[in-house]
């Protein structure tokens, strides 16, 4: 097992943490411990602690939800003395393999959360970061407004010392600063969302209004809500990868991840309370994240959900399948290039053709091997993030709205959970229930447009866009996706 002692024998070819990690103290607290986060947050902090004077950044993890899965989770990190290993490959196959150390703790916090309030009220925390998933902030996509009528919520409000969820945590640990005299932390958004640092700052603000008003006037004077855009192919590791993984490495590690070898953190430097040196780890701070992110989040987000939905109807299962087959490269390009590129805003020196053709390359790394089942997953949230600006942008211009249609027409079919070949998958759509995913295999095939994920432009007039939907679905029952896709 991969534990602190390891570190005094590893094999050469891995890179070990280049400081004492007895010398590391918490600055940051991070809710959801995600592969995501443990090869780009983790990743980037690592290399800060090697620098002098950043010893004071390091991480504890904090896992929300309890369970067998969640308990076993964090004994493993437990266990691993909360080291393990990162794995980056690039797309010819060459490989890079080191320890993260910058994770000096793991709290899980149904089993005490005590524990981690009394962190998030430590004076030595002063960051507390998230990644929770792009539904995971409780916004209202029709309002815009936090949701209070969520049952977590409401027990939440009910019973705000003893809270379950992350706005309970975050506001109940303000809470504690505030009377104790201890200056606020950063809440720093680590997830794909435009604009992540303003849906934090009207999540955690919506939940404490509705607790304390003054609270709530407290947290918008004194904490921090930095936007960033956030950018690592991860991909889920099942057992067969770990002991892929563990057998390439020669590690026994149970929580290992893999990456791709790219990274990208654009950052606003708006800390209430001090950050770690991330620019020397190659971290870009930038005044407006927003142009970033509509590149990130408009150019490769949205098409891979769109590869994703059409890959696995075609009966794919991998990512650097959708791109090897020349009609979807085709279709995606076209995506890009007619649709996506020309409405973007870009920030100064970004060249969305480069970008373009990058992304072609990391959607081929086979190493990588990102399955369409995790693309595809929480689809329901990640359209509207993902298509939004899109389809209200081309709604207003009256551009051609034909491969949007098709990509909204695959992703609703896609939910049926049957590719072409006649075998079937699970979409993981967690926040669709059963009747819900019924209407995606409806007769009438305008049902499904009634789902959440379309709300993003539900006020607009859709009804060109709606027709098109429902042929492209028709076309794609009686002639397959191939012989369907737009010219
Ligand atoms: C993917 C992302 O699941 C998805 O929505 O598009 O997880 C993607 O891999 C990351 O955003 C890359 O940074």
Same mark, same amino acid.
């Given at each position: ?6 570190l005094n024998h590893l094999p050469t070819n891995i890179r070990a943490p280049q ?5 590391? @103290? ?58 393990? @290993? %990162? ?11 080191? !320890? =993260? ?25 002063? !960051? ?10 409780? !916004? ?20 705000? #010392? ?8 975050? *506001? ?5 600063? #505030? ?14 969302? #435009? ?13 404490? $209004?509705? %607790?304390?008003?003054?609270l709530a006037a407290w947290i918008e004077a004194n904490v921090t809500f930095p936007? @960033? ?89 991998? &990512? ?20 996506? =590129? ?18 072609? @390359?990391?959607?081929?790394? $086979? ?36 491969? =949007?249609?098709?990509? =909204?027409?695959?992703? %609703?079919?896609?939910?049926?959970? $049957? ?19 019924? %209407? ?9 447009? &009634? ?17 098109? *939907? *429902?042929?492209?679905? $028709?076309?794609?029952r009686d002639q397959g996706v191939r012989a369907s896709l737009p010219r």
């Amino acid at each position: 097992m991969l534990k602190e002692t390891t570190l005094n024998h590893l094999p050469t070819n891995i890179r070990a943490p280049q400081y004492r990690r007895e010398d590391v @103290s918490v600055g940051i607290v991070h809710f959801g411990v995600g592969n995501f986060f443990r090869a780009h947050e983790a990743w980037y902090v690592d290399q800060c602690l090697t620098l002098p004077g950043q010893s004071g950044w390091g991480i504890v993890g904090v896992g929300l939800n309890g369970g067998s899965r969640g308990a076993a989770k964090a004994r493993a990190f437990q266990q691993q003395d909360g080291l393990y @290993s %990162l794995t980056e490959v690039a797309a010819d196959g060459a490989r890079t393999v080191s !320890i =993260i150390g910058a994770l000096r703790e793991y709290l899980l916090a149904p089993a005490d959360p005590e524990a981690v309030l009394r962190r998030l009220a430590d004076p030595e925390t002063r !960051i507390v970061s998230m990644t929770i998933t792009e539904g995971g902030y409780n !916004i209202d996509e029709k309002t815009g407004e936090f949701r209070l009528d969520t049952p977590a919520v409401q027990a939440d409000l009910a019973n705000p #010392r003893r809270p379950a969820t992350v706005f309970g945590y975050v *506001v109940e640990g303000l809470r504690r600063r #505030r009377e104790a005299g201890v200056p606020a932390f950063t809440v720093m958004s680590c997830d794909n969302l #435009r604009s992540n640092g303003h849906i934090a700052h009207t999540a955690f603000v919506g939940y404490a $209004r509705a %607790l304390a008003p003054d609270l709530a006037a407290w947290i918008e004077a004194n904490v921090t809500f930095p936007c @960033s855009m956030v950018d690592r192919i991860t991909p889920g590791v099942d057992t067969a990868t770990r002991n892929a993984l563990n057998e390439a490495s020669g590690l026994d590690d149970d929580l290992p991840v893999l990456a791709e070898d790219f990274s990208q953190w654009v950052l606003e430097d708006k800390f209430c309370n001090g950050r770690p040196a991330l620019e020397k780890a190659g971290v870009q701070f930038v005044d407006d994240v927003a142009g970033y992110e509509q590149v990130k989040v408009r150019m490769l987000n949205a098409s891979h959900i769109l590869l994703g939905a059409l890959g696995l109807l075609l009966g794919y299962r991998y &990512a650097h399948e959708t791109v090897e087959d020349a009609d979807l490269e085709r279709f995606a390009n076209a995506y890009w290039t007619l649709d996506a =590129i020309p409405q973007i805003d870009a920030p100064a020196g970004v060249d969305l053709d480069a970008y373009r053709q990058r992304l072609l @390359s990391r959607f081929s790394n $086979r190493a990588v091997a990102d399955t369409l089942l995790r693309i595809c997953s929480d689809g329901a949230s990640k359209v509207q993030v993902f298509w939004t600006d899109t389809v209200r942008r081309s709604l207003t211009s009256g551009h051609d709205l034909e491969r =949007i249609a098709f990509g =909204i027409a695959a992703y %609703l079919e896609m939910l049926r959970g $049957r590719d072409e070949r006649g075998e079937t998958y699970s979409p993981i759509e967690p926040t669709l229930d059963a009747d819900q995913i019924a %209407l995606a295999a409806a007769d009438d095939l305008a049902a499904g447009l &009634a789902l959440p994920a379309f709300d993003g432009w539900r006020d607009m007039d859709t009804t060109e866009l709606d027709a098109a *939907v *429902v042929r492209a679905r $028709r076309a794609i029952r009686d002639q397959g996706v191939r012989a369907s896709l737009p010219r």
